[in-house]
């Protein structure tokens, strides 16, 4: 599993994303944001991989 930073384009805050795919395929992902407390775009920062 990969830990991705995201920014929220609302109000810029950054959330963690543990998933199995590789969101760099995607310009944008639509997810909650718990800050605006609604569903908004987010932009890719950058990536942590687990090692096992």
Same mark, same amino acid.
């Given at each position: 599993? *990969?830990?991705? *930073? =995201?920014? #929220? +384009?609302? #109000?810029?805050? +950054? $959330?963690? =994303?543990?998933?199995?795919?590789?969101? @760099? /395929?995607?310009?944008?992902? @639509?997810? @909650? #944001?718990? $800050? #605006?407390?609604?569903? *908004?775009? &987010?932009?890719?920062?950058? &990536? /942590? /991989?687990?090692? /096992?």
């Amino acid at each position: 599993m *990969t830990k991705w *930073t =995201l920014r #929220c +384009e609302s #109000c810029g805050g +950054e $959330k963690v =994303l543990d998933v199995g795919f590789n969101l @760099y /395929e995607f310009k944008r992902v @639509y997810i @909650y #944001c718990p $800050k #605006c407390r609604a569903n *908004t775009f &987010h932009i890719v920062v950058g &990536h /942590e /991989e687990q090692s /096992e």
